[in-house]
């Protein structure tokens, strides 16, 4: 399984024509269903006064995780060719939204995967795909006194901080690179009566 995957760095919006029908289309960075059910939600409430609200999402970095709507277009003309052109460019944690306005011509099957494909290419040509990094989150609770000892830890093997609270009793909240982290956690597991929560 591969350490790394690559998503788009911010949201982009992109447009194609056909015969009078418009196609606006929208890229947005995503990290789970649930957020992809709202936004979908969003954009349908925005644009109420639109035929069609079609979209394709990929998520995790296996891409295992993935889901094609048609939204009533015929079946396989709108969301397949919308992730489709996520799979061409590799990504994940991705929603692509193609919002059509009906120019009164029909453009056909051949003319409506056409139109959705070239749609969703354009919002995604003008992405910045980055590589991130697969990481695993890592809570550990400890008591003040061996703050040294966690400290020395986390300065070898590097994990970035998300949270932390020192007190009698303390708590961090970490997030490491998933190749790096069986090393980090059998180090922390050598100091005698801390937590760790995966």
């Known amino acids: ?28 960075p995503v990290h789970d269903v649930e957020e992809v059910k709202e936004i ?4 349908r409430r925005q644009f109420y006064d639109a035929r069609h609200v079609c979209y394709a999402y990929m998520l995790g970095a296996e891409r295992k995780n993935w889901r094609a709507n048609d939204d009533g277009e015929p079946a396989g003309t709108a969301g397949r060719p919308i992730i489709g ?5 590799e990504l994940t944690n991705i929603l ?32 910045e795909i980055i590589e991130k990094t697969v990481d695993e989150m890592i809570s550990i609770n400890f008591d003040y006194v061996m703050i040294n000892d966690v400290m020395r830890v986390i300065k070898e093997t590097n994990p970035h901080i998300i949270h932390q609270t020192f007190d009698n009793q303390c708590t961090m909240q970490l997030s490491i690179h998933k190749q790096d982290a069986p090393v980090f956690l059998s180090k922390l597991e050598k100091i005698t009566g801390l937590t760790i929560q995966e």
């Not at 059509?100 to 070239?118: D, M, N, P, Q, W």
């Open 40 to 43: 979908v939600k969003d954009y």
């Open 1 to 28: 399984m591969s350490d790394t995957y690559k998503t788009i760095a911010a949201s982009t919006e992109g447009i194609y024509k056909e015969k009078g029908s418009k196609f606006l289309s929208f890229a947005i």
């Open 85 to 89: 052109q996520i799979n061409s460019r």
């Open 96 to 127: 692509v939204i193609v919002v059509r306005y009906f120019g009164g011509i029909l453009l056909g099957t051949g003319g409506l995967v056409s139109a959705y494909k070239e749609a969703a290419a354009d919002a995604l040509n003008r992405a």
